[in-house]
């Protein structure tokens, strides 16, 4: 009896859960609750505006680091992809502690095994990636409560990670110590080919467009051989540019309204839109026909430059990417110029935090300590990087590439310092989740008629804000 409650309890939860997984391509998410959580969203609190003297090591490392136990350690990522040199260097501090390591799909099959382990007792410390996924798992109730161990050890998040925006109810149950990363990456050669200069520090949407238009090349009958630019291929990530303008809530606007008709909104998805129509971007819907990737057009040199978020990760590898140029860098670019750039830093995207499960809570807190700071350096190994305000950016040359000077055979190594994975750069955050499924799935199939010229910008926009309103307003 107690065997059939146990399960009834979980397909419950999981009827409760089973839409919070996401894909690489749709971000489908799940509705998290309508609560605001963190500060005010009217401009962020990033890692940038920290305490520069603050104290964020003393804590970490327990006095007695003879303390033994087993953690289950799950993340989307495999031991090649800098989790078994992570543990191992765990282990160089803490030889008695042995972490098991389980990678689970960040997709919604994955999500939900994820979160049955975890209802089952299966695992210990939990790195949920993306942040419909954190707040369906602290809804209901599978993580546990940090706050008396975060107060009792002076740990400030804010000195740390930059943002207490992700606590619940004036409490802590994670550590937001990943992220992601959005810049251009460009091919060398052609960026040189087409006298470009110096690689920009700052630059608008209308610059990046006519610096792809330079790098473009054509055939003889005036056919695109060459893309000189690209959008990053998941539709959802069109809207990292309200993060970069407001540094918060990519699918609200101050008041929790939606934001899909705000004006800039409406004339950068029409920018995007002509660059693709005029042959200078590699197509969104070619991405989409063919699940095709930005890394894959880069590599493949059917694009010249594109926006990204985890090229690093691929172009490592030069077995499989083999490139006969320089990757250099540049930030996302600002929609208007002189912008604070708030997607220039590492914008908030995986969460550690100890589940209800755990079977020795000691190990389990050693571990998140350390892997939160010291070991997120390893994500960016991944494709991720680290949001702790400790981590030194340019040691990560070493780490992902072996060393500056092998790194310089393969970027540009000043400007990947400089923008992929400076904790250092002004970022984002979220606060706001109502309604949050169903926006994302609006502006995907709303954005896309205008892509499809099925409907202009701003009949596909107006409709899009129309519904999602609504939306928010059912949910509130």
């Not at 390591?101 to 095994?113: C, F, K, P, Q, V």
């Not at 190594?413 to 994302?440: C, I, R």
Request: aromatic share 12%.
């Amino acid at each position: 009896m107690k065997k059939l409650t146990a399960l009834l309890l979980i397909v419950v939860m999981l009827f409760t859960l089973c839409a919070c997984g996401s894909n690489d391509e749709t971000s489908e998410v799940a509705e998290s609750g309508s609560a605001e959580t963190g500060p005010a969203s009217d401009g962020a609190t990033t890692i940038a505006d920290a305490d520069k003297n603050a104290d964020i090591y003393s804590w970490i490392i327990n006095e007695d680091t003879s303390i033994s136990g087993t953690v289950r350690f799950y993340i989307p990522f495999s031991g090649d992809q800098g989790m078994d040199d992570m543990i191992a260097e765990f282990n160089s501090v803490y030889p008695n502690i042995k972490v098991e390591l389980n990678t689970y799909s960040n997709n919604s099959d994955g999500n939900i095994a994820l979160n049955t382990a975890i209802m089952a007792g299966e695992c210990d410390v939990v790195a949920s990636f993306e942040i419909h996924n954190l707040m369906s798992r602290l809804s209901n109730g599978l993580y546990i409560d940090l706050s008396d161990r975060v107060q009792e050890e002076g740990i400030s998040l804010m000195d740390n990670w930059g943002t207490e925006a992700y606590n619940q109810d004036g409490k802590t149950y994670v550590l937001p110590c990943g992220g992601l990363t959005h810049y251009v990456a460009i091919n060398m050669d052609a960026w040189n080919e087409a006298g470009l200069g110096d690689l920009p520090t700052e630059w608008t949407w209308d610059e990046y467009i006519e610096a792809s238009r330079k790098m473009t090349k054509t055939d003889a009958n005036g056919a695109t051989t060459v893309y000189g630019g690209s959008n990053y291929q998941v539709i959802a990530d069109l809207l990292e540019l309200v993060y970069q303008v407001n540094g918060c809530n990519r699918f609200y606007n101050a008041d929790g309204s939606c934001v899909f008709n705000q004006q800039y909104v409406k004339d950068c998805i029409q920018k995007f839109i002509d660059a693709e129509n005029e042959g200078v971007w590699f197509s969104l819907n070619a991405y989409r026909a063919d699940d095709y990737k930005t890394w894959f057009a880069y590599t493949d040199g059917k694009v010249a430059s594109t926006v990204s978020c985890n090229l690093a990760r691929f172009i490592r590898d030069t077995g499989t990417y083999p490139l006969d140029h320089i990757t250099g860098f540049a930030p996302y670019p600002t929609v208007e110029e002189g912008q604070t750039n708030y997607e220039s830093g590492v914008n908030y995207f995986s969460f550690a935090g100890i589940t209800r499960g755990c079977q020795d809570e000691e190990a389990a807190w050693a571990f998140t300590k350390w892997y939160s700071t010291y070991g997120s350096k390893y994500l960016t190994i991944a494709g991720h990087q680290s949001t702790w305000s400790g981590t030194d950016s340019d040691g990560l040359v070493s780490l992902i590439f072996g060393s500056e000077e092998e790194a310089a055979k393969i970027v540009d190594v000043d400007s990947f310092k400089q923008w992929v994975g400076n904790p250092h750069n002004p970022s984002s955050y979220d606060n706001m989740y109502t309604a949050y499924s169903e926006l994302n799935s609006i502006w995907t199939e709303y954005v896309m008629y205008a892509y499809t010229g099925d409907m202009s910008v701003d009949e596909a926009l107006d409709t899009a804000t129309e519904l999602g309103n609504k939306a928010i307003e059912d949910a509130s």
